[in-house]
Each structure stands twice: as structure tokens, then as C-alpha cells.
């Protein structure tokens, strides 16, 4: 039995999709095939559950001569989109369609009337999927890390061995992302060893938190009161691939991460888990699937959530979703 699952979308999106992957393989013996972005192949080369992908922005063409080498008995469309309509209907099956909450999502963003599913995402997969008796195994997410790619403890700085919390300041937009004050206040609050682990795109902002710890100037340090400089920054940014990232994450005591992909990587490894949520929320169902998670977002504005992702500045001009949040925690050694 021959299922193809179609999803675009960011690394996030589609580590949601893997319990639906790991259930078809395991309750129905399926060949699964996914059509996904090409760039994230390799992101999925070692999950077991899966035999085949497809490029999801392949040429239609090039696509369906693929596709019509093989049969499949099932197309489950989780993007639901023209392109992913003519991808299914050039596969055949029998189509799973998932349908967005479109409409409820432009009442929450514009009138701010939450009409949307209380349930997570994966969990509306699974309502999908119900049809054909797939049912979920409350095991979580899937993120399989080559063996080559895991960072070994002795990789890292002397003052991190010991332990340490990963911080990840990637994020696909910047109403996403923690001004640098407070990032570097959150950093001081955490008052641990830090690995900062984003993107070469991160680099200016994770250089500049590192160097106001090692480096802080007195005029620097009125801008926080109370700092204690005790905390240890490792900048990790750019310096390890994905894989090497997540396997940072995967061996850290605690994990602070926005709205990304590496929230979803974290969650994957069941890890103890600080979210921070800027003009997105958790409402969406797009929040760390069957782990515990504590959330940091500012509840008493009138303007958020003001988007389904992220904005390259703040459309009110204060920003208030992240510049006034508070981080309300304690670590214990």
C-alpha cells in the first residue's frame, strides 16, 4: 500500500506531521512518500517511517511523470492549496483533504474573537486521518539526528560540560525575536551556562549578547538593573549545521526558544521547555506537541496576535508583545 502526504511549509511545520508519518508506518505497514520542500530532504534523510520523497516545488510537470510510476491507494493533503490540489490530483487515491480554519483565523487576527480549534494541529491531523482508522500513540513528535551530527560534550567550552541551557534566537521574522536588551536580560534572568544557537543571520545580534557579557560596559549594565553577570554565553550561532544545532538542543538541561523550529526540535526530545511568543500565540496549535512547556507571552494587549507568523517590524511601532513580556521562572542547579 502506496500513501503520499503532501505539506509545505518551514522545518517546524513539517516535524508536526511526523506522528500521522510514524502511524501510517506502524498501524497500516504503508510505503509512505512525502512531497515536501526540497531543501528539507536531507533535515528528514534518517527517519525510518518514511521511503520516498518528492519535491513539493518540482516542475508539474517533471512531477506527475514521477508520480504516475507508482499507485497509491491514499493522496492526504495537509497544505490545502492549488498547488498541492494539482499535485493530489495528478498522484490519484483516495484524497484526505485538511481543511484550514481560514475564516476563524482572520476573525482572531482582525476582531480578535478566538473561534478557533482548541486542539493542537496534529491533533486535527489525526481527526483527518480517522477515516482510515489511524489513530494517534501519544508518543510525540519525531526528530532523528545522524550519528555523525551529534556534538560530542567535549565540543563544547569547559564551563558548559557540566550542563548548561540552550537558548534558540532563530526565527523567520523579527516581531518573532526578543529585542537585544532583552534577550540579554532573559540571558542574566536564566543566570546559567547559555548556548546561543541560531543562524548566520543571528550573528550580530548573538555576538553583541556576548559581548556585553564578557565585555559590559557600566553604561551598558544601567540598562538592566540588578545584572549579576554570572551567567556564561557560548555563541554557537553559525558554527554547527542543523543537525549538529539540534543535537545542542537535544543534550541541553533547559531550552528557551521562540516561536521556531527548534521549539518543535526541543519538544521532540521531550526537553524542559521556555517558549516566548511575540505577535504569534499559542491559540494558532502550533505550540511543542505532547511535552511540557512553560509559555512566556504579554496577555494584556489589545493588538495581538496581529499575525499567523511574523511582521518585519512592528505594525504599532511599540511592540509592546515582546519589549514588555515578562520571564517569570526559577532554574534549580
Known amino acids: 500500500m502506496n500513501i503520499l502526504i503532501i505539506k509545505s511549509g518551514s522545518l517546524g511545520d513539517l516535524l508536526l506531521i511526523t506522528p500521522i508519518i510514524r502511524r501510517l508506518k506502524t498501524e497500516m505497514d504503508a510505503n509512505v512518500f512525502l512531497a515536501i520542500d526540497e531543501n528539507y530532504h536531507d533535515l528528514f534523510s534518517e527517519n525510518p517511517y518514511i521511503d520516498q520523497f518528492f519535491s513539493y516545488n518540482e516542475k508539474l510537470t517533471n512531477l506527475r511523470k514521477i508520480l504516475k510510476k507508482y499507485e497509491f491507494s491514499h493522496v492526504i493533503d495537509l497544505q490545502n492549496s492549488w498547488r498541492s490540489f494539482r499535485i493530489r490530483k495528478m498522484a490519484g487515491g483516495n484524497d484526505l483533504i485538511f481543511k484550514k480554519q481560514f475564516l476563524k483565523e482572520w476573525i482572531y487576527l482582525k476582531l480578535k474573537i478566538n473561534l478557533l480549534s482548541k486542539s493542537h494541529i496534529v491533533d486535527q491531523y489525526f481527526q483527518l486521518v480517522n477515516s482510515i482508522d489511524i489513530k494517534p500513540d501519544h508518543l510525540g513528535i519525531d526528530f532523528y539526528i545522524p550519528e555523525k551530527d551529534e556534538v560530542e560534550n567535549n565540543w563544547l567550552p569547559e564551563s558548559h560540560q557540566a550542563g548548561y ?34 543562524n548566520k543571520e543571528d ?115 511599540h511592540f509592546k508583545c515582546m519589549n514588555e513580556v515578562t520571564f517569570d521562572f526559577y532554574l534549580p542547579d
Open 165 to 198: 541551557a540552550a537558548l534558540a534566537i532563530n526565527a523567520g521574522h523579527f516581531t518573532q525575536k526578543l529585542p537585544t536588551n532583552r534577550l540579554i536580560e532573559l540571558c542574566d534572568r536564566i543566570n546559567k551556562p547559555i548556548v546561543l544557537v541560531g
Open 203 to 317: 550573528l550580530p545580534i548573538a555576538n553583541e549578547v556576548e559581548s556585553f557579557f564578557k565585555h559590559g560596559t557600566e553604561e551598558q549594565e544601567q540598562v538592566i538593573e540588578g545584572l549579576n553577570k554570572k551567567t556564561i554565553i557560548f555563541n554557537a550561532c553559525s558554527k554547527f549545521n542543523f543537525n549538529q544545532a539540534a543535537s545542542i538542543i537535544k543534550n541541553a538541561r533547559w531550552v528557551f526558544a521562540y516561536d521556531n523550529d527548534m521549539m518543535h526540535v526541543a519538544s521532540a526530545f521531550n526537553k524542559s521547555l521556555y517558549t516566548i511568543w511575540g505577535n504569534t500565540t499559542p491559540h494558532f496549535g502550533k505550540y511543542p506537541y505532547q511535552s511540557k512547556f512553560t509559555v512566556f507571552e504579554n496577555n494584556k494587549l489589545s493588538c495581538r496576535p496581529c499575525t499567523l507568523k511574523g511582521f518585519a517590524n512592528c505594525p504599532k511601532g
